[in-house]
């Protein structure tokens, strides 16, 4: 079985190749890939090369598939796995697989035949055993590729705790009914929490979502508006924090008082420091985002720490759980990534994409592996449509989805998108 893949073999160096993958084995599944979402650590992987953690000392002789947000379909399943897994089921794999005794490898990182930029990948058994391929009864292939991204979130709203004051029991999750602000929520990441936050089992009575970019909050309102929140029972407040006193103006927003769980979407040292003044008795600051430099530091009041049992955390990553909690929610319709999406591709536009990825503004940059396209703004789709009748046709769908990407959208690709020369 032949597969088209990009590999990665040392810094800068990634490939798109067409080669042979072995027969697999009894322990092992033949997997096609459809969709995957590219990461940030992708751009790390490739731009550190051998020396990332992740990434194999010998990748120049045996290279690794890079990706790790991806979906498809089954398509074989080694004799030991047949009571478990079925050719044609959807899945998703969980990257963190945490094999004891290599804990530090990972498919779209370590590994020579799996990968999310590949057209067909063999599942390994360090991924079986860990029970970390993951069944999906969705409808769109791209929801399973943001399932990865949205357990970090999931794992996130399940690190926060509370606590009775005087007693020793801590329970994990936000504070059911309580007061909740997401800092700097407006971007792809932060509106996947209030999706969650919204849409999730555990829900805020108040929320808040702070940018000091209007126009990602007049987006966010458009795809999760205010008026969504009211129907169940919450208030959601969308709040631009560039100017003016920010701290009163949102306490202002719950009464005067403090919030029970503050989220921080980015590494910025001040909106620590503004989530520290926000929090209320028994407070939880989430550290959501993840800085780049080891020696990150920013000021915290501790007296409130002594004396209004104020507490910090943070979390990098999901695990199994949350990803199947994520999977599960999707499936049933209750959250929607889409909203993260701002660019679509085919597999080869992934190598540059990556390498690049830094510079490309918008969220989540989505690559269909049997396609060939450039990696294109969704906003861009009108514009192209003027001479190209899939552009045209792409822009319709959008437009029709409030401007995201969408089932209609993804199947509509498939069907009609240039497809990629393999051999």
Not at 384 to 399: H, N, R, S, V, Y
């Amino acid at each position: 079985m032949k597969t088209t893949a990009l590999r990665l073999y040392g810094k800068k160096d990634l490939r798109l190749e067409t080669f042979d993958l072995p027969p697999i084995a009894e322990d092992e599944v033949l997997c096609d890939v459809v969709s995957n979402s590219i990461c940030m650590s992708c751009h790390k992987a490739a731009m550190q090369g051998e020396d990332h953690k992740r990434v194999p000392k010998d990748i120049a002789t045996r290279p690794v598939i890079i990706g790790h947000e991806f979906c498809g379909t089954i398509l074989e399943v080694g004799a030991k796995w047949r009571d478990k897994f079925q050719p044609g089921r959807k899945y998703s794999i969980q990257p963190a697989i945490v094999y004891p005794g290599r804990e530090h490898e990972a498919p779209g990182y370590s590994f020579q035949y799996i990968g999310g930029n590949a057209t067909r990948v063999i599942v390994p058994r360090e991924v079986l055993e860990m029970d970390c391929l993951l069944s999906y009864d969705g409808d769109a292939f791209f929801k399973a590729s943001l399932s990865e991204p949205m357990s970090c979130i999931i794992g996130a709203f399940h690190t926060s705790y509370h606590y009775r004051l005087g007693e020793y029991r801590y329970k994990n999750g936000i504070l059911k009914g309580g007061a909740m602000a997401i800092l700097a929520g407006a971007g792809p990441m932060g509106l996947g929490a209030v999706d969650y936050a919204l849409h999730g089992p555990r829900r805020p009575s108040l929320l808040v979502v702070t940018d000091i970019d209007q126009a990602r909050l007049d987006r966010a309102a458009a795809i999760l508006p205010p008026g969504e929140a009211k129907r169940r029972n919450m208030r959601l407040h969308y709040v631009n924090t560039s100017s003016g006193d920010a701290v009163d103006m949102l306490k202002s927003l719950n009464g005067g008082r403090g919030y029970d769980d503050v989220f921080v979407f980015a590494p910025v040292p001040g909106l620590i420091e503004m989530a520290s003044n926000l929090m209320g008795l028994n407070g939880c600051l989430n550290f959501f985002a993840g800085p780049s430099q080891p020696q990150f530091w920013a000021r915290v009041n501790f007296y409130d720490v002594h004396y209004n049992a104020h507490h910090i955390v943070g979390s990098s990553g999901g695990n199994t759980d949350d990803m199947r909690e994520a999977l599960d929610l999707m499936s049933k319709g209750r959250i929607n990534p889409a909203a993260m999406i701002t660019h679509v591709g085919g597999l080869d536009s992934a190598a540059q994409t990556i390498l690049d990825l830094p510079s490309i503004s918008g969220g989540k940059k989505l690559v269909y592996t049997h396609i060939s396209m450039p990696m294109t703004a969704i906003s861009d789709f009108e514009k192209l449509g003027l001479t190209d009748p899939l552009f045209a046709k792409l822009a319709e769908i959008t437009a029709r989805n409030n401007g995201l990407w969408s089932v209609e959208a993804e199947r509509y690709l498939l069907e009609h998108g240039r497809k990629l020369v393999q051999p």
